[in-house]
């Protein structure tokens, strides 16, 4: 069983930065497929960045945001810069053991609740 709480969502201005982090309890953390997801009101879900063998990113994450992990800590991380009003979501932060494609969420055994970043124009 593994608990995921996300937290350094908030508002900023476009062009802006914000660093994302997710901090998970149980064990074999290490094992664990970590991704970063988000969600637009009205819209689907949709992945943003993986840290599993390698890192992946999302097309409109490639260059901007960053993911990394400590392994040791149980975190997980997004470091977002220049951010855009499109960028508006809730961003979730999501565990699989046995993830096929980062992009099918329902690869992902458990989900954090969310964080709100918020980017205005």
């Known amino acids: 069983q593994v608990q995921l709480v996300e937290s350094g969502g908030g508002s900023v201005q476009a062009g802006g930065s914000l660093r994302l982090t997710c901090a998970a309890t149980g064990s074999d953390y290490s094992a664990y497929c970590m991704a970063w997801y988000r969600q637009a009101p009205g819209k689907e879900r949709e992945v943003v960045a993986s840290?599993?063998?390698?890192?992946y990113y999302e097309l409109f994450a490639e260059g901007r945001f960053t993911i990394s992990r400590d392994n040791a800590k149980k975190m997980l991380f997004l470091q977002m810069n220049s951010l855009k009003p499109e960028d508006t979501a809730t961003y979730y932060c999501?565990?699989?053991?046995?993830?096929?494609?980062?992009?099918?969420?329902?690869?992902?055994?458990?989900w954090g609740q969310g964080t709100q970043v918020t980017v205005s124009s």
């Open positions: 999501a565990a699989g053991r046995t993830v096929g494609n980062v992009r099918r969420s329902s690869d992902f055994d458990y």
């Open positions: 840290a599993c063998n390698n890192p």
